[in-house]
């Protein structure tokens, strides 16, 4: 597991759920379901489908086009965006646009990223490219997941195993930005001044709309996976951090009663925020120091900017930054996590845990 740590950081039951397993077959190296013979893959080809879209057949947006949120008045309040802060800048992304783009190219304070989105297994993940390449969409599947290339090389990469699966560059993980999904309504009120990306796209699409019907609220899948399990319904949104060998997922429920919970995943400890009204799960590394509930506590009125704090007096916002307090401008560590579809989860990982107080 490769993730890049842009921000610096100054009694529990675990459901290990075991899931059905459906067998698959390994195709002969160099066999492909989209155009000719490749190199090999470093996945089951034979789990590697086609989409119906062909290579841009969804296409990229590579020149995104940024209005200030507070100048945005079309967007359903219960929409949600994806928020990434490059250095003292804020940027969302709203899942709207996404789901008929599903790759944002962009660059903010001097870093070259792209925004990763899969509509179909519901995660988000932000893609560190260093200036050495853009992202399009293969219109390959894997799991049902999304598997962009790279247009240096070609080479394809699965967004939820964050690799090249296939090419020149395959084996190869690639740096990954921290990044907050949220609803649409708390972001604007909270990050008036963030850089909102708007439907001026270049394409002439129905951002209005869903692209995928009821897809969301029932459990039938598009494509087939490798593993199913119905402990939780299928397509409810969970966090999920993936640490050594271990990927624990947490839900909404776990923050009814606060807004917070310290864990250990892999042995480390973890500082894990949540809001369901916000739509909001976030997770963080914690120092031994502070890994314990009694050090932290909500704020009276909390919001996004000013969601937690600890008992030294410091106040974080939902990106783990101190807003207030002794160490102003120091930043928690993110852990290496995104929200996603349940059935993803179990579809890329043999054992899950779940989350349980």
Same mark, same amino acid.
């Given at each position: 597991?490769?993730?890049?740590?842009?921000?610096?950081?100054?009694?529990?039951?675990?459901?290990?759920?075991?899931?059905?397993?459906?067998?698959?077959?390994?195709?002969?190296?160099?066999?492909? &379901?989209?155009?000719?013979?490749?190199?090999?893959?470093?996945?089951?080809? !034979?789990?590697?489908?086609?989409?119906?879209?062909?290579?841009?057949?969804?296409?990229?947006?590579?020149?995104?086009?940024?209005?200030?949120?507070?100048?945005?008045?079309?967007?359903?309040?219960?929409?949600?965006?994806?928020?990434?802060?490059?250095?003292?800048?804020?940027?969302?992304?709203?899942?709207?646009?996404?789901?008929?783009?599903?790759?944002?190219?962009?660059?903010?304070?001097?870093?070259?990223?792209?925004?990763?989105?899969?509509?179909?297994?519901?995660?988000?993940?932000?893609?560190?490219?260093?200036?050495?390449? !853009?992202?399009?969409?293969?219109?390959?599947?894997?799991?049902?997941?999304?598997?962009?290339?790279?247009?240096?090389?070609?080479?394809?990469?699965?967004?939820?195993?964050?690799?090249?699966?296939?090419?020149?560059?395959?084996?190869?993980?690639?740096?990954?930005?921290?990044?907050?999904?949220?609803?649409?309504? #708390?972001?604007?009120?909270?990050?008036?001044?963030?850089?909102?990306?708007?439907?001026? &796209?270049?394409?002439?699409?129905?951002?209005?709309?869903?692209?995928?019907?009821?897809?969301?609220?029932?459990? #039938?899948?598009?494509?087939?996976?490798?593993? &199913?399990?119905?402990?939780?319904?299928?397509?409810?949104?969970?966090?999920?951090?993936?640490?050594?060998?271990?990927?624990?997922?947490?839900?909404?429920?776990?923050?009814?009663?606060?807004?917070?919970?310290?864990?250990?995943?892999?042995?480390?400890?973890?500082?894990?925020?949540?809001?369901?009204?916000?739509?909001?799960?976030?997770?963080?590394?914690?120092?031994?120091?502070?890994?314990?509930?009694?050090?932290?506590?909500?704020?009276?009125?909390?919001?996004?900017?000013?969601?937690?704090? #600890?008992?030294?007096?410091?106040?974080?916002?939902?990106?783990?930054?101190?807003?207030?307090?002794?160490?102003?401008?120091?930043?928690?560590?993110?852990?290496?996590? %995104?929200?996603?579809? %349940?059935?993803?989860?179990?579809?890329?990982?043999?054992?899950?845990?779940?989350?349980?107080?």
């Amino acid at each position: 597991m490769c993730y890049k740590r842009v921000w610096m950081m100054v009694g529990i039951v675990v459901l290990s759920v075991s899931c059905r397993e459906e067998p698959i077959e390994v195709a002969p190296a160099g066999t492909t &379901t989209n155009g000719p013979a490749t190199p090999e893959w470093l996945i089951p080809v !034979t789990s590697v489908v086609d989409g119906g879209t062909g290579r841009d057949g969804i296409p990229s947006i590579d020149d995104p086009k940024f209005r200030r949120a507070r100048d945005i008045s079309s967007m359903p309040d219960f929409e949600f965006v994806v928020a990434v802060k490059v250095g003292d800048e804020v940027r969302a992304y709203p899942h709207n646009i996404l789901n008929w783009h599903e790759i944002v190219n962009d660059k903010a304070a001097g870093a070259y990223f792209a925004v990763t989105y899969c509509p179909l297994t519901g995660t988000t993940l932000v893609w560190d490219s260093e200036e050495e390449t !853009t992202f399009g969409v293969s219109g390959l599947l894997y799991n049902s997941n999304l598997i962009p290339y790279d247009r240096s090389t070609i080479s394809h990469w699965s967004q939820m195993l964050n690799q090249s699966v296939q090419g020149v560059r395959a084996g190869r993980e690639i740096l990954r930005m921290p990044a907050v999904e949220l609803r649409w309504i #708390d972001f604007k009120r909270d990050f008036p001044d963030a850089r909102v990306l708007t439907t001026d &796209t270049g394409f002439d699409r129905n951002y209005n709309s869903y692209p995928y019907g009821t897809y969301r609220v029932t459990d #039938d899948l598009l494509f087939p996976v490798s593993r &199913t399990d119905d402990r939780i319904f299928a397509k409810d949104r969970v966090h999920g951090i993936q640490l050594a060998d271990v990927t624990r997922v947490y839900q909404f429920s776990d923050f009814d009663e606060q807004p917070y919970l310290i864990d250990q995943v892999g042995g480390v400890d973890v500082l894990v925020l949540g809001s369901r009204s916000s739509g909001v799960i976030n997770s963080f590394f914690v120092s031994e120091a502070l890994a314990s509930e009694d050090l932290w506590m909500a704020p009276e009125q909390p919001s996004l900017r000013r969601f937690i704090q #600890d008992v030294r007096g410091n106040t974080y916002d939902i990106f783990g930054e101190v807003v207030a307090g002794p160490d102003l401008g120091g930043v928690l560590d993110a852990t290496p996590s %995104y929200m996603g579809f %349940y059935f993803a989860w179990v579809a890329f990982n043999r054992r899950l845990e779940i989350y349980r107080r």
